[in-house]
């Protein structure tokens, strides 16, 4: 399971991107959960970031799967319009 830090702004960003890259399970069809009970800090970045993953996942035919997402991430991506993909 990845993690989301408890700060994830611009700056942070391409950073956690590269470390989780290095953590993604081999095979087709896995499964990955991104757990974000730890996130606090946040900023747009942070769906940006999320996209960017599900992108890679994808690309290697897997998907993503949040798990406690913070009701303002929640937000913020409706509010962008990404909910639905950032769903499953």
Do not use: I, K, N
């Not at 942070?12 to 290095?22: I, K, N, R, S, V």
Request: proline share 6%.
């Amino acid at each position: 399971m990845l993690t989301l830090p408890s700060t994830l702004t611009h700056d942070e960003a391409p950073a956690c991107l590269a470390l989780w890259l290095t953590q993604l399970p081999m095979g087709h069809g896995q499964v990955v959960q991104l757990d974000g009970s730890a996130l606090q800090r946040f900023d747009s970045s942070a769906l940006s970031l999320l996209l960017a993953l599900r992108r890679h996942l994808l690309a290697r035919g897997q998907t993503l799967s949040l798990v406690a997402v913070p009701p303002r991430l929640a937000e913020l991506a409706t509010l962008y319009g990404v909910d639905e993909l950032l769903a499953a």
